[in-house]
């Protein structure tokens, strides 16, 4: 710790060196699909493209080589433009990961000043937001007055909070949906969110990549994630083409601009008032009421029936019998897939629960903002467009009601079951539930009956959740999955769960075909088999607290 580097005859040895190639480290961005597929910032051009008409994968869109390069000319706002694959239709600074970092925020002003004094402008088709991460870079972004530059290309301020990393985007243009619904264009996001899952960002951007605030303003300018910038002009300029080296700002630059407006005021004034919250929340009127007065006529609250029917004693555990695959899954399910938090689509079993309510499409809002409405959310459970479930014929919230044959929506199907008096599992890969530690992604297949899931692998927090909805966890042993089973997820599925089960104990699965495999048991902990127990982690706290 105390070593001047400057003495030369000091040679310190250390248990352990570590190189690192300064020249290794490269900007880069992540995606498409999902956050941790990182990608050199110079090969996302040719990472795109060989995706593009590579088999459907997490990488790959199954595109045909003939369609590869089409385009669709179209008119918005007035102006001509082209869209086609890999053309950029979102370009979102949203409230996430770096949005508070002044340095990207910063930087990314200076990237809008230099591109509009170069004569840059964003192609209309692409939808720009700013979303800050706290209201202190809204005052250093104005103080410096890179917030007015960035508003020149169409990132005014949106809000605070979850934006478009969760879904909250709100609708692309009229005409630039329908391009791309009806000629199937691949498009991209270009956001600086945490989190880019296949269906969340947005229903018809399929290709969504996280960047830093700097590179979301470049790639709204370029309007396409196909460019080579080392190469290619990002655009043309008053004078000419434009190039990413023209105005990509200089670390001098920045740091200029952080030591002469992120300034402590800032910080003093914004937080003495964090408590107060926006006009609209200071005039809510909260009720004084030891008990909420349930309104029966909200979508938006309603009482959650976790507890109807619960008795003081615990119920124990019993055994899984007969119980259908409700789906089928491959790897990788996130917590999107399963609970999305997105808009709310027209044909889906929440939009059809809201009609018969008589609420309007324009005011169906997302799912995230109905997680008050079990009905709602139960619904929207399995509901994302770009579910991959074995027993449906193709991608999307369907899946096979095996006793009649047919294909409905998932939610359809689990209400068919339970009417039917079946229990129902899912199959599914490795990872199972990762991506944000959603509750509604646990809370929404105990609402559709689910009872257990068998999968490869679990992300650790989704597990317990499952366990304190009371679903049980259950892991295939090394090396085996569904497929080397031999099961298409229409057979019947009975699990014996012992009285003495015992953390990580194997457990026996009999198939209706008459063949049979074990699991291990993913209660981790007594404490989780005990929540199990008592039907999930809300029910033993209530009896805890009636006992004490």
Known sequence: MFVDYNDSSFAPKYTKVLELDLVTIVPCLSGPKRPHDRVDLISLHSDFRSGLTAQVSFKGYGIKEEDASKSIDLVVGGKNCTLKHGSVVISAITSCTNTSNPSVMLGAGLVARKALELGLTVPPYVKTSLSPGSGVVTKYLQQSGLLTDLEKLGYYIAGYGCMTCIGNSGPLDEEVAKAIESNDLVVAGVLSGNRNFEGRVHANVRANYLASPMLVVVYGLAGRVDIDLENEPIGQGTNGPVYFRDIWPTQEEISHFEESFVLPQFFREVYSNIGKGSDEW???????????????????????????????????????????????????????????????????????????????????????????????????????????????????????????????????????????????????????????????????????????????????????????????????????????????????????????????????????????????????????????????????????????
């Open 282 to 548: 200071q005039k809510l009127e909260c009720p004084d009421v030891k008990l909420y007065p349930w309104d029966d006529s909200s979508t938006y609250i309603k009482k959650v029936p976790f507890f109807d029917g619960m008795g003081v004693e615990a119920p124990g555990q019993s055994s899984i019998k007969n119980a259908y695959a409700l789906l089928n899954l491959g790897d990788s399910v996130t917590t999107d897939h399963i609970s999305p938090a997105g808009a709310i689509s027209r044909t889906s079993p929440a939009a059809r629960h809201l009609n018969a309510k008589g609420i309007a499409p324009k005011d169906f809002n997302t799912y995230g903002s109905r997680r008050g409405n079990d009905e709602i959310m139960a619904r929207g459970t399995f509901a994302n467009i770009r579910l991959v479930n074995k027993l449906a014929s193709k991608a999307g919230p369907k899946t096979l009601h095996v006793p009649s044959g047919e294909e409905m929506d998932v939610f359809d199907a689990a209400d068919r079951y339970r009417t039917e008096g079946q229990a129902v599992i899912v199959l599914a890969g490795k990872d199972y539930g990762c991506g944000s530690s959603r509750d509604w992604a646990a809370k929404g297949p105990f609402l559709q009956g689910v009872k257990a899931v068998i999968a490869e692998s679990f992300e650790r927090i989704h597990r317990s959740n499952l366990i304190g909805m009371g679903i049980v966890p259950l892991q295939y042993l090394g090396g085996q999955n569904a497929a080397s089973l031999g099961l298409s997820g229409k057979e019947q599925f009975t699990i014996e769960l012992p009285e003495n089960l015992k953390p990580g104990d194997k457990l026996k699965v009999a198939v209706s075909d008459g063949t049979h495999f074990e699991v291990v048991s993913r209660f981790d902990t007594e404490v989780e088999l005990t929540y199990y127990r008592h039907g999930g982690i809300l029910q033993y706290m209530i009896r805890k607290l009636i006992s004490n």
